[in-house]
């Protein structure tokens, strides 16, 4: 059994402290080092409720239930969640950026 999970976030950055001025390239970076980040915390957590604690603690029954209704009077849900195959798919993107750009010519949004 497969379980498929989408996360999108959308973050905003507002702080930046004596850095370069971020460009598409850095935000890119930092955007897939959030993901990955949050795929290892939520894979950890997930298998953790699969493995140690047996229990479908996210509820991920209620949705797999609501899409696949034959499928699930068929099975064990109990005993098939511990050994499900989670796909995880993580999307993140910097909605607002705002930050002081160091190359201003504006005196008020230099940085020292």
Known sequence: ???NIDLKFTLQ?????KTKFLNEHIIKELED???KE???EVLHAIDLSQKEFKSDIFE???YFKAQNPK???EINWKEEYPNANINLNIETKFSDINLININSKDEQYKIE
């Open 71 to 73: 499928k699930y009077k």
């Open 38 to 40: 949050v795929e290892k």
């Open 13 to 17: 950055l507002q702080y930046q402290y």
């Open 60 to 62: 991920f029954a209620k």
């Open 33 to 35: 080092e959030v993901s």
């Open 1 to 3: 059994m497969n379980i």
